[in-house]
C-alpha cells in the first residue's frame, strides 16, 4: 500500500489544526433525493428508520437461519432501518454474511423501499469476520507512535468488512484512557489527546476514502465512539459517571472528535454513562451545540447498546421509557440502537402525534440516516457483487506483523536481550500458550472467547519462541480457569513451573491478564494477581534469569517483581501476529522501537498522566513542612528502550518570540549512536511556563517516527501553530497568554515566547 505521501500530508494538516469551528466543506449533493424521499414517507416508516435491533430478532441462534417471518415482522411492519451484531459466540465467515446480508437487503427494501444499513464493532480490524485479519488492538497502535499504522488497519478493516456487503463499521475508538483502571483502555490510543487525534482522524480516513459524499466500494463508513469523557469513570467501572469540567472537556475530550468531524466523519456514538451529573444521551449541550449546531454538522448519532432505556431504569432521569425517548431525541439522537424491542416505533410515533417531539427533529433525525445511506450508495447497490482476493491475505497478514513489532514496548533490559539461538527457555504463567490473551477482547466474539476454531494457524508465545529456539518447553504454572468470563485463575501448576526451570538458561514468565470486554472487565484492585505474583517470586528462588512478558489490557501494577526481573517488555495486545513479533525482537531479527501511550503506575493508589499540572508534585517547603507529593510512577509516557541507542543535538526554532496565529517551525537533529539499526520515535512537547490556570508540566504537539542506521543522523522538523499551545479556560474560550514556554524533544530544550 502506498501510505508515506497520505499519512505526511495528514500529519501536516493536523499539526495545522487550530481551535476554530468551521464546518466540513460542503453539505451532500443528495438534499434533493432526501427531501422527495422524506414527502413520501409515513410517519410510520421515518420512526423505523431512527431504530437498531439485533440480529438475534431476525436470525434462529440453533440454527443460524433467518426466519421469515420474523423479517416480515420487523422490516414489513416496523420498517426497522438498521441492524448490528453478530451471532453470540458464532463469529460469521464471509459467505454466511452476504447470504444473510441479501436477504435483509431484500425484505428491507420490500417493507419500505428503503435498505438497510448493518453494522459491527471492527475494533482492531476485521474482528468479527472469521477469515478476517485482526491487529494489534488500537493500544498497541497508539504505542507504535507511527501513522501509517492507523492506517494500514483502517484500511484493511473496510475492505475486509465491506467483503461482507457490510457497509458500517463502529470504530475508531477515540476514548482517552486516561484511568488505567477502566476495563476499555486497551481499546484506546493511550492517555494523550494529541496521540489519540492523529491516530483517530488516519484510521476514519482510512475506513472512509477522501471523499464522504461517495464511499467507495471497498470502504465503509466510520462511526467515531464514545462521544464523550467515557474513559475516565470516576470510579474506573464502565458505564459509570465521570466528572469532568468543561474546560477539560473541551482541551482533552472533544478535540479529538472535533477534528474527525471536521475531517468527514459521517456518524458518532454516544457515551453510555454521564458527566457532571448529566446523562451524555441526555446531553442538548453536548450533542446538538458542540457538535451539530456548533460544527456544523450534517452526520448521524447513533445511541450505545440500550441506551434510552438506561435513562429511566439506571440514570432515573426520565420516569418512563417514552420520556426516554423523548429525551434523547430532543437531545439530538438520530438513531436509536435498541437491541430487542421494535415496538419503540411506536412510541416514537406517538411522541410526534402528541408534539413532544416534533415532526421537524423527526425528519431531520430521518435524513441524516438516509443522508448516511445515500453516501454509502446502498440505494443503488445494497450488495456488491466484487471479487476480493485481499481478504485474509499475506499482504494484510504481514501489514498486522509489522505493527505488532513496532507496538511491543521494551522496558527493561540488564543486557540479557536479545537471546541466542541455542537458549534453553522455559515459557510459563498463564498468557504463555493462548490466542485468547494474545487477540483481547472484540476478537471473533465479544469477550474474545470460543476462538480456537478461529486461530489454529496462528502462533501462541511457545509456538512462536520454539520455532526460533528449538530448546523451548512449556509449564504453565498459573492458568486462567476457561468459564465464560476467564478471570479466575488455578495456581496449583507452581511448583511444577518451578522444578522445570532447573533445565532451563532463561525463564520468559507471560503474565497479565485474560481476554475480557466491557463491564466483566471491572476490577478492584490494579495489581497484578496474586496467583501470578507468587509464580514470579517462587522462580526467582531458582537464580535463573526471568524475563516478565507482560500481556495486559492495562497496566497491571507489578512493583513487588519488577526489581527481581533482568528484562520486562510489555506486549499489551498485540493481535494474531504478536508472538511471532515478540519472537523476533527477543532474538534481535527485530528491534525495539515501541513507547508506552500511557504511565504505567507503581501504586494503586498513585495514578497519574504524564500531563499532570505542576502543583500536583511538590516535597518539601520552607520550615521543613513534607508534601509528601512526589510523582513516583514505574514507567512515564513515551518510555521504552531499543538495541540501539539514539543522541539528540542542535533544537532550533525559526522564530524565538511569536504572536497568535503564527506558524512554528522546530528542527531536531537525531543520530543512532550504537552498533545496529533502529527507529525512534521522536515526541515534541511544549511546558507552558506561567499561565492564568494551573499549567500541566507538558503536553505533546507533534512526534514522528524514523528509522536510522548506526551512525546515520536525520534532521526532524515539525510544523506548530501557535494557537496550539493555548489552553481552554474556565469561561469556554481559548486562551494564549503572553509569557514563556519551554520546548523539549529528547534531552534537548529551548525557551520560546508568546508577545502581546
Not at 452 to 463: C, D, G, H, L, M
Not at 662 to 670: A, G, P, R, T, Y
Not at 717 to 744: K, M, Q, T, V
Amino acid at each position: 500500500m502506498e501510505t508515506d505521501n497520505l499519512v505526511l500530508a495528514i500529519t501536516a494538516s493536523l499539526l495545522l489544526f487550530v481551535n476554530c469551528t468551521d464546518a466540513p466543506s460542503g453539505y451532500s449533493p443528495y438534499e434533493k433525493e432526501i427531501s422527495k424521499k422524506l414527502s413520501e414517507m409515513s410517519l410510520e416508516e421515518k420512526a423505523g428508520q431512527l431504530v437498531q435491533l439485533n440480529i438475534d430478532k431476525i436470525c434462529d441462534p440453533n440454527t443460524l437461519e433467518l426466519m421469515p417471518e420474523a423479517m416480515e415482522e420487523i422490516f414489513g411492519r416496523y420498517k426497522i432501518g438498521s441492524i448490528l451484531n453478530t451471532m453470540g459466540e458464532n463469529c460469521p465467515d464471509r459467505e454466511w454474511m452476504r447470504n444473510v446480508m441479501a436477504q435483509i437487503q431484500e425484505y428491507s427494501v420490500k417493507g419500505c423501499g428503503i435498505p438497510c444499513i448493518y453494522g459491527l464493532d471492527m475494533i482492531h480490524g476485521a474482528s468479527y469476520l472469521a477469515e478476517g485479519t485482526l491487529f494489534p488492538q488500537e493500544i498497541n497502535l497508539g504505542a507504535t507512535f507511527n501513522p501509517i499504522h492507523a492506517h494500514n488497519m483502517g484500511k484493511t478493516l473496510a475492505y475486509e468488512t465491506r467483503s461482507m456487503d457490510v457497509a458500517w463499521v463502529f470504530s475508531p475508538v477515540m476514548d482517552l484512557g486516561r484511568n488505567p483502571v477502566w476495563p476499555r483502555q486497551w481499546e484506546s490510543w493511550g492517555e494523550d489527546a494529541y496521540l489519540q487525534t492523529v491516530m483517530s482522524e488516519i484510521e476514519m480516513r482510512a475506513i472512509q476514502g477522501e471523499d464522504r459524499n461517495n464511499i467507495g466500494t471497498e470502504n465503509t463508513a466510520a462511526c467515531i465512539k464514545h462521544y464523550l469523557g467515557y474513559g475516565v469513570p470516576a470510579t474506573g467501572k464502565d458505564r459509570t459517571p465521570a466528572i469532568i469540567p468543561d474546560y477539560e472537556l473541551r482541551e482533552r475530550y472533544f478535540r479529538p472528535f472535533e477534528a474527525c468531524i471536521k475531517a468527514g466523519a459521517l456518524s458518532l456514538m454516544v457515551n453510555s454513562a454521564s458527566i457532571n451529573g448529566i446523562p451524555t444521551h441526555a446531553s442538548h449541550k453536548l450533542l446538538t451545540e458542540w457538535v451539530k449546531e456548533g460544527l456544523d454538522w450534517d452526520g448521524l448519532i447513533v445511541t450505545d447498546w440500550a441506551d434510552i432505556d438506561n435513562l429511566y431504569e439506571r440514570d432515573h432521569v426520565a420516569a418512563d421509557r417514552k420520556e426516554a425517548i423523548a429525551m434523547g431525541l430532543n437531545a439530538g439522537v438520530d438513531m436509536i440502537m435498541d437491541p430487542y424491542k421494535p415496538e419503540i416505533t411506536e412510541d416514537i410515533c406517538e411522541l410526534v402525534r402528541e408534539g413532544i417531539v416534533s415532526e421537524a427533529r423527526l425528519n431531520d433525525a430521518v435524513a441524516r440516516v438516509l443522508r448516511l445511506k445515500y453516501r454509502l450508495g446502498l440505494f443503488e447497490n445494497p450488495t456488491t457483487d466484487s471479487e476480493w482476493p485481499l481478504v485474509g491475505s499475506r499482504e494484510f497478514a504481514q501489514l498486522a506483523y509489522e505493527a505488532a513489532v513496532e507496538s511491543e514496548v521494551l522496558l527493561k533490559n540488564n543486557g540479557i536481550l536479545p537471546l541466542k539461538e541455542d537458549t534453553r527457555i522455559l515459557v510459563t504463567g498463564p498468557n504463555g500458550n493462548s490466542m485468547r490473551c494474545l487477540n483481547g477482547g472484540w476478537s471473533y466474539t465479544w469477550q474474545g472467547t470460543n476462538n480456537p476454531k478461529y486461530v489454529e494457524k496462528y502462533n501462541t508465545i511457545f509456538e512462536a519462541m520454539k520455532s526460533r529456539f528449538p530448546s523451548t518447553r512449556y509449564v504453565a504454572g498459573v492458568s486462567y480457569i476457561e468459564d465464560w468470563a476467564g478471570q479466575n485463575e488455578d495456581a496449583s501448576g507452581i511448583p511444577e513451573a518451578v522444578k522445570a526451570a532447573g533445565d532451563c538458561d532463561v525463564i520468559l514468565a507471560c503474565i497479565g491478564e485474560n481476554s475480557y470486554c466491557e463491564t466483566p472487565g471491572n476490577i478492584n484492585d490494579l495489581t497484578l494477581s496474586a496467583n501470578q505474583i507468587d509464580l514470579v517470586k517462587a522462580l526467582a528462588e531458582t537464580r535463573k534469569p526471568i524475563i516478565l512478558i507482560l500481556n495486559e489490557g492495562r497496566p497491571r501494577v507489578i512493583n513487588e517483581i519488577e526489581p527481581i526481573a533482568d528484562a520486562i517488555v510489555d506486549i499489551l495486545l498485540p493481535g494474531n501476529y504478536g508472538a511471532d513479533a515478540l519472537a523476533a525482537l527477543i532474538c534481535g531479527e527485530e528491534n525495539f522501537s515501541g513507547r508506552l501511550p500511557f504511565t504505567y503506575p507503581k501504586y494503586v493508589n498513585s495514578l497519574h498522566t504524564y500531563d499532570f499540572k505542576v502543583s500536583e508534585k511538590r516535597e518539601m517547603i520552607d520550615g521543613a513542612y513534607n508534601y509528601d507529593a512526589k510523582m513516583d510512577v514505574q514507567w512515564s509516557f513515551g518510555d521504552g528502550l531499543s538495541y540501539t541507542a539514539f543522541k539528540y543535538s542542535d533544537l532550533r526554532v525559526d522564530k524565538n518570540t511569536f504572536r497568535k496565529g503564527d506558524n512554528l517551525k522546530f528542527s531536531i537533529n537525531v543520530t543512532n549512536t550504537g552498533k545496529c539499526t533502529g527507529k525512534e520515535s521522536v515526541l515534541l512537547y511544549s511546558s507552558d511556563l506561567v499561565a492564568s490556570m494551573v499549567p500541566d508540566v507538558k503536553r505533546l504537539r507533534a512526534f514522528d517516527k524514523i528509522e536510522l542506521a548506526p551512525n546515520e543522523t536525520k534532521t526532524v522538523e515539525f510544523a506548530i501553530n501557535a494557537d496550539e499551545l493555548a489552553f481552554a479556560g474556565d469561561d469556554g474560550e481559548w486562551h494564549l497568554e503572553p509569557g514563556e514556554f519551554r520546548i523539549s524533544v529528547g534531552t534537548e530544550s529551548i525557551i520560546i515566547c508568546c508577545m502581546e
